[in-house]
Every structure is written in C-alpha cells, then in structure tokens.
C-alpha cells in the first residue's frame, strides 16, 4: 500500500472526512471511495494466519497425556491437513519451513506433538515432556485417530487431510483405513515398516485404503527390497507413487533448508495431489 492510500484510509476512517463525504455532491469522492477502500482492508481475501493457536486434544488412550499442537485456521471450508512428524522429533520443529508454503496454498493445518518423539530439529516435543515414559510407535495409532476425529469435529472443517512422516506415514495409511469417510486422502513420506513397525505395517492394508494416496520415497531407499515390495503394493491397488531425489528422511524431503537436493519437482507434485 503506498503512503497516499495509507494517509487516505487513515483519514476516511475519521468522522470529519466521513461528514464531509456526506455533504459532498461531487463525484471524486464517490469514485475515490471505491477504488480506494479495497485498499484499506474491506474486501479481498483475509491474509493467511501470521501464527498458531496452541490446542490441547483429549489422547487416543484415556489414561493418556493430552496431546498438545499447534492450530492454523484459515477461511471456513478450507481443507485441513494434520501435519504427523518422524520418529524423536516434533511438529513446530519437522514443519518449520513447510507450514507457510501449505498456508499459502489455502490449507488449514493442525501439527500436533506426538507422544513418540522428542528434540530432532530443534524444539520441544510439548507432548512428550509431561510423559513419563514414550510408547511404542505401534502404540501412537490411537492418539492419531484421536487427533483426526477432534480436527473432523472443528466448526468449518469439512475435509480431513493425514500427512504422515516415517512412522507417523505408516500410522496415517492405518488410520484412514479403519476411519473411512473422516478421512479425506492421504500423504506418506517414507512409511516406516522396519521391525519397529512389525506389529502395525500398513503394507497389507494399501489394497483396502478406499481414499488417495501420494506415497514418496527418495531414490537412495530404493534398491531395499522392502521399499521395492513397498512401492509395488501402492502402485498395484492404483496409488500414486513417487522416488524423490536426494535421501534426507521424512518430510524433510521438502525442506529446502534440509533436502541435500532440489525440491522444486516434489512440491509441485505435493500441491498438485493436494489440489485434486
């Protein structure tokens, strides 16, 4: 906005100018009015959030921690993508540098702290530091469904996006199978299934995942044969599959800041599934 029209809204918004509009029978003022009040705020798109709402959600488990997480909101009806980070890490940290360009986009977002996590990247995991003892990453499955049926209930919020990182990818894929409809798609970065994720591999249930699924590995992982059996079960039950360049883990794939390679090509990809 340039001076003139700060200086002209300042001064419209004053009961002086205002009388003087009223008594006026010329039509500069008219014509200056219309052009210039967009300018000061009363029409046009709202600017995207410029911060988070701290929430707090009831856990998956009742005798649980409550998880804690950071909500964006943007205009009523926006899609809302929950934002699931890796292993030892952390909402705000994980997604420093991706919630704006998803804000941008027009997304609505919630980036919880899940109870399995911890420092990685810097920051706090606010959920983990008033447990006493983590769960097992099987065991966070409840706390995700937890966290989605709470983000369906939100006034406005119609659409329910999952966007999972390494553990957080294969619990999300789980999550919007057995919640159906609530459930809107589904984004997985490197959905862990090593020994860890034994007792709760999502590889089985990709043939009865109803909703869409962007599914993304770098190509460093894929000469593992797991990767390789992975990427065929999605592409066989009609997912949508892609090899990221560069091998950085998780989400971070996307982050300029910390993908050893060009990001450019997946954002594009990420956005154009998101918009579908």
């Not at 909101?73 to 899609?79: E, M, N, T, W």
């Not at 980036?111 to 065991?139: H, I, K, S, W």
Request: net charge negative; glycine share 8%.
């Amino acid at each position: 906005m340039t001076a003139g029209v700060q200086s002209y809204c300042s001064a419209f918004a004053t009961e002086q100018l205002w009388d003087a509009y009223m008594i006026s029978t010329t039509r500069v003022i008219v014509v200056a009015a219309v052009f210039l009040l967009p300018a000061c705020g009363t029409r046009g798109p709202s600017a995207p959030p410029s911060g988070p709402t701290t929430v707090t959600i009831p856990s998956g488990e009742s005798d649980a921690i409550p998880i804690q997480a950071d909500l964006y909101l943007q205009a009523s009806d926006a899609p809302m993508i929950i934002l699931l980070h890796q292993g030892e890490s952390n909402g705000r940290a994980e997604y420093r540098n991706i919630v704006p360009k998803l804000l941008d986009a027009g997304f609505s977002l919630l980036v919880p702290d899940l109870p399995q996590g911890g420092q990685l990247y810097g920051e706090y995991n606010r959920t983990v530091a008033a447990l006493q003892e983590m769960p097992e990453y099987c065991g966070v499955e409840a706390d995700v469904s937890g966290i989605a049926t709470w983000a369906r209930k939100q006034p406005g919020v119609h659409d329910i996006i999952l966007w999972g990182s390494s553990y957080s990818g294969t619990l999300a894929i789980r999550v919007a199978v057995h919640n159906g409809p609530a459930v809107r798609k589904v984004l997985a970065f490197l959905p862990a299934s090593g020994s860890p994720m034994a007792a709760c591999s999502a590889n089985d249930l990709l043939g009865d995942l109803e909703q869409p699924l962007l599914l993304v590995r770098p190509a460093s992982e894929m000469e593992i044969e797991s990767v390789q059996m992975q990427f065929n079960a999605a592409n066989a039950a009609g997912h949508r599959t892609m090899v990221a360049d560069g091998g950085v883990h998780g989400s971070s794939m996307l982050d300029p800041a910390r993908s050893d390679a060009d990001t450019d090509a997946l954002w594009a990809t990420v956005l154009s599934f998101l918009e579908e």
